[in-house]
T-cell receptor, first 113, second 115 residues
Framework: AQSVTQPDIHITVSEGASLELRCNYSYGATPYLFWYVQSPGQGLQLLLK??????LVQGIKGFEAEFKRSQSSFNLRKPSVHWSDAAEYFCAVRSGGYNKLIFGAGTRLAVHP | EPEVTQTPSHQVTQMGQEVILRCVPISNHLYFYWYRQILGQKVEFLVS????????KSEIFDDQFSVERPDGSNFTLKIRSTKLEDSAMYFC?????????????FGDGTRLSIL
């Protein structure tokens, strides 16, 4: 069965530091992968997506993610974190003919000034 | 930018009562979804809906749940007889097409509290 694992429940970084959030997936075919962000009291906002082609994808707010088939990973990165990036981040894989999303448990990011 | 709108933002209901959660998807979208997130747990798929019928549903989506598109703009989730374990954040999402490169756009959610 398809699944998504986000090993880090909670990460704290200092403002201006680099960030990498880990995501591993289990999927039999070519995965369609997404990262969403959820700020407190808000819905899920799409940061970026991967379907095919270039394995390094750029998203909004300065985020990027790299797809590594050999490691079944799709890690999210940002070179310099801003205080406004504090939120919960969800990795997801599309599954099935009607595109339901299977989500990881999320990583809560805290940013220290 | 068009948004998915959900009402109410918070719903408090007595156990055993019926509740209807409402969503207005993005206007040109054709595929609609409900997800839920129990506090501290993963976001879980409930149901997808297309062309006025359910296209896929999860094990969670039992006979107590139903969805409807009563008019051209609203998409509703009804829970017939609520249980304590139905307390969760419920998210509505929509996408323009079925193709996998069409992302799902989410609303801000309805927090459902069952007393």
């Amino acid at each position: 069965a398809q699944s998504v694992t986000q090993p880090d429940i909670h990460i704290t970084v200092s403002e201006g530091a680099s960030l990498e959030l880990r995501c591993n997936y289990s999927y039999g075919a070519t995965p369609y992968l997404f990262w969403y962000v959820q700020s407190p009291g808000q819905g899920l906002q799409l940061l970026l997506k991967y379907f095919s082609g270039d394995t390094l994808v750029q998203g909004i707010k300065g985020f990027e993610a790299e797809f590594k088939r050999s490691q079944s990973s799709f890690n999210l990165r940002k070179p310099s974190v801003h205080w406004s990036d504090a939120a919960e981040y969800f990795c997801a894989v599309r599954s099935g003919g009607y595109n339901k999303l299977i989500f990881g448990a999320g990583t809560r990011l805290a940013v220290h000034p | 930018e068009p948004e998915v709108t959900q009402t109410p933002s918070h719903q408090v209901t007595q156990m055993g009562q019926e509740v209807i959660l409402r969503c207005v998807p993005i206007s040109n979208h054709l595929y609609f979804y409900w997800y839920r997130q129990i506090l501290g747990q993963k976001v879980e798929f409930l149901v997808s809906f297309y062309n006025n019928e359910i296209s896929e549903k999860s094990e969670i989506f039992d006979d107590q749940f139903s969805v409807e598109r009563p008019d051209g703009s609203n998409f509703t989730l009804k829970i017939r007889s609520t249980k304590l374990e139905d307390s969760a954040m419920y998210f509505c999402a929509s996408s323009e097409a079925r193709a996998p490169n069409q992302p799902q756009h989410f609303g801000d959610g309805t927090r459902l509290s069952i007393l």
